[in-house]
């Protein structure tokens, strides 16, 4: 995202409002902190109205300001706003609204995209009247359509209407522009071509009488259909900042004009340079035409993903109302209604299954084929289809809060932003229309000057070649497109990218770091072992265990009952429970005395542990957590608990190692634990035994020597490294908080996801590069072409028609090659043999007690 700072000439002083602030050493604080601002001529703080009036004496710097008043210990409250603008064509159109928006007072950042025509704004809250940015665009020479605070999108179906009907007046336009150039082309050119018909020209029309109707014909071409040219061309060069519209108005005026001039005051004209071009700028107009339907139509094409997002949206809901389920909109489900669900609905909101069961279709979320059984206290997901049974349940979230919503929001954020790579654009443009201007002039000059004669004629048609092969079109194109379509493609396969740095930040990557605890492994443990001691039953030991258990609320405590209830075990009723921290429980079940616990309760109790101390350490050696069971004073047996490994897991580790990637894992767990799944899954480095704030620590460790570091994790506790890392990945079956902190979002909660989200940064980044390539290597091969840099060595000279056709053909060009990244495939999927090559249960488990 651009940052500008605001011109401010005429600004004498600007509001600031500030929250935090609660007394009079407050206000000072600030104010001094304000007054050290460069540019700043006085700042004065208001405790009751909580605003700071600051006076500039040169350039206002709103930016500098905040972050003085931010880093004094004060928040700055800063909304955003998205404004849909209408009329931009190329990349100098863009630097030009930035501009414009940037200078007007409050607003701090300004970013905008041509491919969403959209402009994303962070002002100062309650400063920034929505009418001054509006009259900033019109005064730039756009016209501004609606604004929303940002979020999703309410007004997708005007802004589809308007691209419609957009789409709808260009290709009428093309249609009579085309109908009107064939003539003069088919005659002009044929006469050229075929002798036969220039004879018979000749012979039947007189030339006169044919350059008339020339004209007529390239007229009607000229100030009908090519009139939008002139509406935002000629305003354009009379403020002295011409874009890519200025740029065609020049050069198919000066081929009609001198048209014109040769048609009726050929007199005027040196002997020998009385030509016509009338067909150079029919067709320049018609080509330029057509240049903007196929790029209207690809960039209609780009937002797809969205599309098909939000028609994952049910319309209705059935809601119950006074004692009945009666449909209504989903705009009037609210938060705690009670909803319906049949068989074949979609689910209009998220919320927590009441009473019935089925399976629901969650592949839109986690690209999981294979229904999720859904019963009393699942969540559901709004967007997600119910398949076979039928349920209530109760709305949790509804519109914008959904997760849905919450999806569509960030594919819209990601691809409204910006790459740092976009700079490079925005420098070039910046001065790209003058100095094409200027080229062109110098080339009308060179010709006149040194060319042969009719040297008139050729300073005309090179200059206006110039001129029109040169449009940035392509250039700012380049980047948004890709942008459009790389982060809707990733949408469909469960990748979110929260913004546009992460997109080009991730293709950097050299170590993926990864939590264990809910990233590697599944995050539920589950009982693997139960080895019991002579003379005891094994059922018999289990329910007893169970029974115990069932009054802790550990997760491990959680993995033996869930075991002992699918054996269909009955639990008996306990007695005298008590827990001895960092030891181990007891309790009395049915008259029997029960204890469970690490080796040192055993050993407390007297209970002689040395019979299965070798089958102890081979579960431990395992990574898995064993646990020994003593009942009425006898040692029963000895179990163990794990957090099983996701099945896709070790087939993504082998994925990154295939990438050149190394691969660290940083958990809480003990070391003997971390170390045991490393070596099983082949990780790189092992970094154990660390709190919240170690990992963050670990990051900055592993990032030594300037490698890239890109931190998977899902857990509260994740969140200060995700925010930590180069790129933050966050495996979206985790809490709100990691998510929040991270920049990109795996739906699935496969690891996966990973290798598919770099492997996809590559694809795109790669993609913006040959685009840029195209664009910047098409304008500097070209404009020396044009100016006819090859006639005195092979007597090439290009055309203003085929510059017009080429630079048409260079933005659609740069669009289709962006619409190839819709078929861009993942690298690694779930595969029989990668899902289950390994046996999950044979990995280890986090640290217990």
Request: a neutral charge; glycine letters at 8%; hydrophobic letters at 50%.
């Amino acid at each position: 995202m651009n940052t500008h700072s605001n011109p401010g000439a005429a600004i004498i002083g600007q509001r600031f409002p500030i929250a935090g602030m609660s007394c009079a050493s407050c206000v000072r604080r600030v104010e001094k902190s304000i007054a050290n601002v460069t540019g700043v001529s006085s700042a004065t703080v208001n405790l009751a109205t909580e605003s700071a009036e600051v006076v500039f004496s040169g350039q206002a710097n709103p930016v500098a300001v905040v972050t003085a008043i931010k880093d004094t210990g004060y928040d700055v409250p800063v909304e955003s706003t998205e404004i849909e603008i209408e009329g931009m064509t190329c990349a100098s159109c863009v630097r030009r609204v930035e501009l414009a928006i940037a200078a007007v007072p409050g607003v701090l950042k300004a970013s905008v995209n041509l491919a969403t025509e959209r402009a994303t704004i962070e002002s100062l809250s309650g400063t920034t009247p929505r009418a001054a940015i509006d009259a900033a665009i019109r005064k730039a020479g756009y016209e501004p359509r609606h604004a929303e605070v940002a979020g999703v999108a309410a007004g997708a179906d005007s802004r589809e209407e308007v691209r419609s009907r957009e789409l709808s007046q260009l290709k009428r336009d093309l249609g009579i522009a085309a109908t009107l150039t064939l003539p003069i082309f088919v005659l002009e050119m044929g006469s050229h071509l075929f002798p036969a018909l220039h004879h018979w020209l000749l012979m039947n029309v007189s030339q006169q009488a044919l350059y008339i109707a020339f004209f007529v014909l390239a007229t009607i071409v000229q100030f009908g259909p090519g009139l939008r040219f002139y509406r935002k061309g000629v305003p354009a060069l009379l403020r002295l900042a011409p874009d890519m519209n200025s740029l065609v108005v020049l050069g198919s005026t000066a081929a009609w004009a001198y048209s014109v001039i040769a048609t009726f005051a050929p007199w005027v004209l040196p002997a020998g340079t009385v030509n016509v071009y009338f067909e150079a700028s029919a067709v320049i107009v018609t080509l330029i035409l057509l240049g903007r339907s196929l790029e209207a139509k690809a960039k209609g094409r780009t937002s797809e993903a969205i599309k098909r997002l939000m028609g994952l949206q049910a319309k209705s809901a059935r809601v119950e109302r006074n004692g009945e389920f009666v449909d209504v909109a989903l705009e009037e489900v609210a938060v705690g209604d009670v909803i319906q669900v049949r068989p074949g609905d979609k689910m209009p909101v998220d919320g927590i299954v009441l009473s019935g069961s089925s399976f629901v279709d969650e592949s839109m979320i986690s690209g999981e084929p294979i229904p999720v059984s859904k019963g009393e206290g699942a969540e559901v997901i709004g967007g997600t289809i119910n398949k076979t049974g039928s349920f209530t349940y109760r709305a949790i979230k509804v519109g914008a809060d959904t997760l849905l919503a919450q999806i569509i929001r960030m594919v819209e954020t990601a691809q409204g932003s910006k790459l740092p790579i976009q700079a490079l654009v925005d420098k070039v443009t910046a001065w790209f229309v003058p100095a094409v201007m200027a080229a062109a002039l110098m080339t009308f000059l060179a010709w006149l000057s040194f060319g042969p004669e009719p040297a008139v004629t050729f300073a005309l048609v090179n200059a206006v070649a110039v001129l029109i092969i040169a449009c940035p079109c392509a250039m700012g194109l380049a980047t948004p497109t890709s942008i459009m379509v790389g982060t809707g493609r990733a949408a469909e396969l469960g990748v979110l990218f929260r913004n546009g740095e992460a997109l080009q930040s991730l293709k950097s990557t050299e170590v993926v770091a990864l939590d264990k605890t809910g990233t590697l492994t599944a995050g539920k443990p589950v009982m693997t072992d139960l080895e019991v001691a002579k003379g005891f039953q094994r059922a018999e030991v289990l329910a007893l265990v169970a029974a115990v258990e069932a009054q802790s609320e550990h997760p491990v405590a959680t993995a033996i009952v869930t075991a002992a209830k699918e054996e269909g075990l009955v639990l008996g009723a306990v007695d005298a429970f008590d827990a001895v921290p960092g030891f181990g429980v007891y309790a009395a079940v049915g008259g029997r005395c029960v204890a469970i616990g690490a080796d040192r309760y055993m050993s407390r109790l007297g209970i002689d542990v040395e019979p299965s101390v070798e089958i102890a350490a081979r579960m431990g050696q395992k990574g898995k957590t064993p646990l020994y069971a003593a009942i009425d004073g006898m040692l029963a047996a000895v179990i163990a608990v794990s957090d099983p490994v996701k099945p896709t897991t070790p087939q993504a580790i082998r994925a990154l190692h295939e990438m050149g990637l190394k691969v660290a894992m940083i958990t809480g767990d003990n070391r003997r634990t971390a170390e045991a799944i490393a070596t099983q899954l082949g990780i790189d480095e092992v970094v154990a035994e660390v709190l919240p704030d170690g990992k963050v620590e670990a990051i900055k460790r592993l990032r030594a020597g300037g490698r890239a570091v890109t931190f998977v994790g899902d857990g509260i506790n994740d969140a200060p490294a995700l925010a930590e890392a180069d790129v933050g990945v966050a495996i979206g079956t985790g809490t709100d908080v990691a998510i929040e902190s991270a920049d990109v979002v795996l739906m699935s909660g496969d690891l996966l996801g990973v290798t598919n989200a770099i492997a996809l940064s590559k694809a795109t980044i790669g993609n913006i590069r040959q685009n840029l390539f195209w664009a910047f290597a098409y304008n500097a091969s070209l404009i020396p072409v044009a100016a006819g840099a090859l006639y005195p060595v092979s007597g090439t000279l290009l055309s203003p028609m085929l510059a017009a056709g080429a630079m048409a053909m260079s933005s659609v060009f740069v669009l289709g090659n962006a619409m190839r990244l819709k078929r861009f495939q993942p690298p690694t999927r779930v595969t029989v043999g990668g899902a289950s090559s390994l046996n999950p249960a044979e990995y280890p488990a986090p640290t217990v007690g």
